[in-house]
């Protein structure tokens, strides 16, 4: 905002749009609402916004709740073209999930589904260059809590887990998805809505070099969701404290976003 042409008050407006439309909002939508005169000017606005939507000291996730880690592919209409997105998210049981479970049934009439024991916690969000050892493992140690019970598929990108000080829980899902279902049944959601809003809000559109930072404001809304008008207060505390982007950086790729292990 430092040095910025465009009024306080359109900044204030923007960080709300951006923080309390539960679908987010598109720079040709930001731009229309509130009357900017150029494209360029309105997707630059968003990127300093989204740049302020990361917690430089936020903390590692996990500890007492089990972590899903999964990866998928978004992007390109071929798989070379494809960027490899990696999550890791909690799985946080229910206050009642005593309660619930006694009324659980495989196949139930009236029973509440496994799935209503437990919801989904914290999110962290990658999207990588390689999906090698060397980068899952890294994620992984970056964002869980050494000792957190990890549940993986069984790729051999995750094998060394065990050998850094995680309860490692691996199964090898062949493509079936019951066992997805019943065994990374929260990631494989988040990555499902992902998609949605990225083709919903964005119509898919979206460089590689600039994923990181629509992954950011995904991970940001998603954390906050119980929370939404705390958003707004976050927004601008963050972004006094964070490096953004200039419109020269942003355009010719020179601005790394947060956590961004992707090649401009």
């Known amino acids: 905002m430092q040095s910025s042409h465009t009024p306080l008050s359109v900044w204030f407006c923007g960080a709300y749009l951006l923080t ?3 679908p987010g909002i598109s720079a040709l939508q930001f731009q229309r609402q509130l009357g900017i005169g150029r494209y360029e000017t309105a997707f630059t606005m968003l990127h300093k916004l989204r740049a302020g939507m990361v917690r430089p000291d936020r903390d590692t996730i996990g500890g007492e709740h089990v972590v ?14 494809l960027t490899t997105i990696v999550g890791a998210i909690e ?30 916690g914290r999110l962290r969000l990658r999207a990588l260059d ?10 992984v140690m970056e964002c869980v809590t ?10 051999s990108g995750y094998r060394t887990l065990a050998h850094v000080g995680y309860r ?3 199964l090898v899902l062949g493509g079936n998805p019951d066992k997805a279902e019943a065994h990374l049944p929260m990631i494989h959601l988040v990555f499902s809505n992902l998609k949605t809003w990225l083709l919903g809000t964005h119509h898919g559109r979206i460089e590689p070099k600039h994923l990181q930072a629509y992954l950011n404001e995904y991970v940001f809304r998603f954390n906050r969701r119980f929370y939404p008008m705390n958003s707004f207060a976050s927004i601008l505390g963050l972004a006094a404290r964070s490096p953004s982007p200039t419109y020269e950086q942003l355009y010719s790729g020179q601005w790394q976003h947060p956590y961004s292990m992707v090649a401009a």
Do not use: M
Not at 68 to 81: A, Q
């Open 130 to 139: 390689t999906k090698d050892a060397a980068s899952l493992n890294s994620f």
């Open 68 to 81: 899903e880690v999964d990866e998928c592919f978004l992007g390109g209409k071929t798989r070379d073209k």
């Open 168 to 170: 490692h829980d691996p």
């Open 91 to 120: 799985v946080c049981e229910r206050r009642d999930a005593d309660e619930r479970a006694a009324k659980w049934k495989d196949a139930h009439k009236g029973g509440i589904p496994a799935k209503k024991l437990v919801y989904a």
């Open 146 to 155: 050494p000792g957190t019970h990890v549940r993986t598929d069984g790729a």
């Open 20 to 22: 309390t439309q539960t």
